[in-house]
């Protein structure tokens, strides 16, 4: 088995991790604990690790308080942070004080200030906020390759060279566009389309309808991808839960492309990894986010 082989096992296996302790939180004492908080355009999720850096619980909650990366609810926002955080909280008889948190690629300067007032107005002392794509490779440990994460509203791309971000980007079309085309195709409200399109069973009979969305997601990775010489794609984020996306996905860009069991999940425990005990505050002019 090659080296990438291995690394992409170890994140299968660190996912399946976090699935278990969602449902059966690990309840021993820990020095620390650091959490990540994904405020997704579908769903927001938080999840937690010890001291160690291994997965003792976590939590999510489908909501509409963000659109293509933006905070449009923000009250609501705050809500559902604050009680996920206290619903593990008490699972974990303990206190959560440190977050990160992460943005869709280049929209530090329109939202970033928004997502990291969320964070804090929930709880939390917020250690770093960096892009989704590069959170996501805190788990896949990429060397070279790029790093897609297909969120509700948006598409995310980084492209790494010998382990180090060399670009990145964003573009609207993501899952609120998939679920728009299922609303259309099989006459539901917009909520149930949502619904309908999670399930996995129903799959197969969406592919075909969401066939041209899905080739736009890669004609936008193409695009991007292109002149950078990228060999491997690696799908992260909730949208590419839809199964059989990573076929066409590499059919449509002619590149190798993969998926973990559970892309939903890698990108929350990539955020927790880049928690630390040192509020944002004093790491300088590294976080151009206000105040």
């Not at 996920?84 to 943005?103: G, Q």
């Not at 060397?143 to 509203?153: L, T």
């Not at 195709?185 to 009979?205: G, S, T």
Request: glycine content about 8%; some cysteine.
């Amino acid at each position: 088995m090659s080296e990438k082989e291995l690394t992409f096992d170890d994140c299968n296996q660190l996912v399946r991790q976090f699935e278990t302790v969602v449902e059966h939180p690990v309840r021993e004492p820990s020095s620390v604990y650091y959490t990540g908080v994904d405020l997704g355009t579908a769903c927001v999720v938080l999840a937690v690790l010890d001291e160690n850096h291994k997965p003792v619980a976590g939590a999510y909650r489908y909501a509409d308080v963000v659109r293509d990366g933006m905070v449009v609810d923000y009250i609501g926002a705050i809500t559902i942070v604050r009680e996920l955080k206290e619903e593990l909280e008490e699972k974990l008889d303990t206190t959560l004080l440190y977050a990160a948190a992460a943005i869709p690629p280049g929209t530090d300067s329109l939202d970033g200030g928004a997502i990291k007032n969320v964070v804090q107005s929930a709880g939390f002392l917020i250690t770093a906020l960096l892009d989704e794509p590069t959170a996501a490779n805190a788990v896949l440990k990429i060397q070279n390759g790029a790093v897609v994460d297909i969120g509700g509203g948006t598409t995310g791309i980084s492209i790494l060279k010998n382990g180090t971000v060399v670009y990145t980007a964003d573009e609207p079309t993501g899952g609120t566009h998939f679920s728009l085309v299922v609303s259309g195709a099989c006459h539901l409200p917009f909520h149930e389309a949502e619904v309908y399109k999670r399930n996995p069973e129903n799959h197969k009979e969406l592919f075909p309808v969401l066939k041209p969305v899905v080739e736009k997601v890669a004609s936008i990775i193409s695009r991007h991808i292109r002149g950078h010489d990228v060999d491997e794609i690696y799908l992260v984020g909730g949208t590419c839960c839809l199964s059989g996306i990573e076929t066409l996905v590499e059919k449509q860009t002619g590149v190798k492309t993969r998926k973990p069991d559970n892309p939903m999940f890698v990108t929350p425990l990539g955020i927790a990894f880049s928690c630390t005990q040192e509020e944002m505050e004093t790491k300088g002019k590294r976080w151009n986010i206000g105040s």
